[in-house]
């Protein structure tokens, strides 16, 4: 085997890059390791075009492999891994919004690059999925405009900013203050992914910069790598447009092009789900009709369609950065009409949120659940059980189109996760709210940004249903035309041809106090954290305007929860008792569920919950805390004579535990025969003096109860 390691201390560990002749057939391969973590990235691109595809085609594949953990997973039958897991699809999106702007957009060829997990220790593999793929990418003789550089930064349970901390560090989120994934190039930033407890934006630019510094250190590691080993890389001849189209476009369709777009001057667009849309389609489909007229025998048009989007692309930028304009006539830093709704749809519902920005629309609903109903997570490296879900859902009619209906998409997930990250950091604590939380966004309808409306929406669902958050979260879709770092415009709440067009997708989620969740896409190789900085304070204007608008229909979560959502009690017993609570096989607690009609829930630590609706969890907490109850010598409490013997009397405490009471013990005066002042059935106070536990025997006392309550029988 040829093998050769290079090394670089990142983090406080050591990064080494492992190249072989493993997968020598792969176009570029790299195994990155640090510490007991090993990732494999391999890049291929096909030897032909793709004729009339019409865009880049780039697939990104994460692999997770449970032989990477020393696990055997999956069900009894199945024992091979089977479609990705949501950790495993988001981690590819991270290493696809990367790696893509990268490119030349105008390549025709299929390039995929596949990271294989091989093993797995506390190190994030995401983390080294990142640097791997651009590490393969640049030594293969792919055309790529990389390197990139990949780090995790955050502040977990201290103060100072960690690199690249252990899953040990960053298990408890309820501890850290910010968590941050950040890729980059040059010195400026191309992905972001972020989650924090209200953090100040500024802290989170200073995270930046020290992020950048450190991916300096691996774009520097690469570069001597790709110096050393590096392929040639392919030539790939950019096709060029027939004049006599540019000539065709440049006659009819120009001239119309700015009016398409921004309309007729003091036209009534400003927010209108119409603006830079409706209009552009029709001068497309005209374009698309007049090329197909003057070519009747081609059947690829994608140059000429190219040429449209390239005009509009430069029309946009020209008109935001030169002259202060948008496509609906809004200012950079004006967001659309805003409406919000808590509750109102239907009284089944545990609660509800409608949010408008503009002509985006998303209904969010809550719906409330006990602990069995958490969501089991059962990873390559990990297994926990989840108490809140945000899940999003984008259906074909949301955009005005067909398509494929419940399909769960890597965009949907991926929208849904950024959503849920947001919100999770406002969450009451377990302790006070047991209940298991699934929320659902509905994108009804799309123009710009669904996923932060997703955000607003679900505030308000779990405002209306009673879940006492923290503090209400909104989000905001920030953009950017940018024609260099002096020469740029920082939009507000794009939609539209600016979402379509612009060079920055930045998501920033929070609450008055602070960022609660970034995202970060960009179209340009990176963005200056300058820029970034000056949009998240833009951003935070846009947020609080957000807000002022939720908290005017509900400001702040209801007294009560619905009452069609389950009644959740919570209580703790002896964790020794938990086999008696149980039973063998299961039978008590069986039997506990069936006569009470509510669902229990025993952690390891013995907390108890019960859910169930109407009076069945009391019901249940009362029979599980008659059985578990542990008596102490001097309780004082009553209970019914059931049994008589000369010796004394048995007295019943509850359904599963008996006293005796001494014949010596009944009353303050001699007693010749215990049926003489006792009848079983007499309900009689009693006292615990003595408790065997070993033989589970408890000693009771009528006379210190009570010395008169035999008054009148000797």
């Known amino acids: 085997m040829q093998k050769k390691e290079y090394s670089l201390e990142i983090g406080g560990k050591n990064l080494t890059a492992i190249f072989t002749d493993l997968a020598e057939q792969a176009h570029g391969s790299v195994m990155l390791k640090y510490g007991e973590t090993i990732v494999l990235a391999t890049a291929c691109m096909s030897h032909d075009s793709q004729k009339g595809l019409g865009y880049f085609n780039l697939t990104v594949d994460y692999m997770e492999k449970f032989y990477a953990s020393g696990k055997i997973s999956g069900s009894r039958f199945v024992k091979r891994e089977g479609k990705p897991s949501e950790e495993a699809i988001l981690a590819s999106r991270v290493i696809d919004r990367t790696l893509r702007p990268l490119f030349e957009q105008s390549i025709r060829h299929a390039v995929q690059v596949i990271v294989t997990v091989i093993s797995v220790d506390d190190n994030d593999p995401t983390i080294l999925a990142v640097n791997a793929a651009s590490l393969a990418l640049a030594v293969s003789n792919i055309p790529w405009n990389g390197p990139i550089g990949c780090v995790r930064i955050g502040k ?75 392929k040639e890389k392919r030539v790939i001849a950019r096709e060029e447009i027939n004049p006599e189209s540019v000539k065709l476009f440049n006659e009819n369709i120009l001239p119309k092009m700015e009016n398409a777009i921004f309309g007729e001057v003091g036209s009534p667009r400003l927010g209108s789900v119409e603006a830079g849309k409706k209009n552009i389609d029709e001068l497309h489909n005209a374009w698309n009709k007049m090329v197909a007229d003057k070519y009747p025998d081609r059947e690829d048009f994608s ?140 994108s009804m309808a799309s123009n710009g940004s669904t996923s932060q409306a997703s ?125 008696m609570v149980i039973g063998g096989g299961g039978k008590t607690i069986k039997e506990i569920k069936e006569n009470s009609g509510a669902e229990i829930t025993i952690e390891d630590d013995g907390t108890v919950y019960f859910t169930g609706k109407g009076d069945a969890a009391e019901k249940a907490k009362t029979i599980v805390l008659e059985m578990t109850h542990e008596y102490k010598v001097g309780e004082v409490l009553k209970g019914e004579v059931v049994k008589i013997a000369d010796f004394g009397a048995f007295v019943k405490l509850n359904s599963f535990t008996d006293g005796m009471v001494h014949i010596s013990e009944l009353a303050p005066f001699r007693v010749e025969r215990v049926s003489d002042i006792i009848k079983e059935g007499m309900i009689v106070p009693v006292k615990v003096i003595s408790i065997d536990r070993e033989k589970g025997r408890i000693g009771l006392s009528i006379k210190e109860a009570d010395k008169d309550f035999f008054n009148g029988k000797k």
Do not use: W
């Open 156 to 230: 977990y349970d201290s103060e100072n900013l960690t690199i690249n901390a252990s899953s040990k560090l960053r298990e408890d989120d309820s501890q850290y203050k910010f968590d941050l994934t950040v890729c980059g190039k040059n010195g400026n930033i191309n992905m972001i992914e972020a989650s924090a407890h209200q953090t100040a934006e500024s802290e989170l630019e200073e995270a930046l910069k020290k992020a950048s510094e450190e991916i300096s250190k691996l774009e520097d590691f690469q570069k001597k790598i790709v110096a050393e080993i590096g």
């Open 455 to 579: 955000i607003c929406a679900s505030s308000l669902a779990l405002m209306d249903g009673g879940v006492p958050i923290k503090k209400p979260v909104a989000g905001i879709a920030m953009g950017l035309m940018y024609a260099g770092d002096d020469k740029y415009e920082v939009l507000t709440d794009i939609q539209g041809p600016e979402d379509h067009y612009g060079d920055m997708d930045f998501k920033v989620a929070g609450t008055r106090d602070g960022v609660t969740a970034i995202q970060l896409d960009v179209k340009v190789e990176g963005v200056p954290i300058k820029i970034l900085g000056e949009a998240m304070i833009q951003a935070k204007k846009a947020r609080t305007a957000i807000l002022d608008r939720i908290e005017k229909e509900i400001s702040a979560p209801r007294k009560e929860i619905s009452p069609n959502a389950p009644k959740i009690l919570m209580i703790k017993i002896n964790p020794d008792m938990i086999g």
């Open 303 to 442: 140059l000429e369609d190219n040429l449209f989007d390239d005009t509009e692309n430069d029309i946009l930028h020209d008109k935001a950065i030169n002259k202060n304009e948008r496509a609906d006539g809004r200012k950079m830093d004006e967001l659309r009409d805003l409406y919000a709704q808590a509750g109102g749809v239907s009284s089944i519902l545990h609660g509800s949120g409608i949010f408008y920005r503009g002509g985006t629309h998303v209904l969010s609903i809550l719906t409330l659940g006990g602990p069995e109903d958490r969501h089991m997570v059962d990873g390559m490296s990990t297994k926990k059980e989840l108490r809140f879900m945000h899940h999003y859902n984008f259906p074909p009619y949301s955009a005005g189109e067909t398509g494929r209906a419940g399909f769960t998409n890597r965009r949907e997930i991926g929208h849904g996760a950024l959503a849920e990250k947001a919100l999770a950091m406002v969450l009451p604590p377990l302790s006070e709210f047991p209940y298991t939380i699934r929320v659902v966004s509905e």
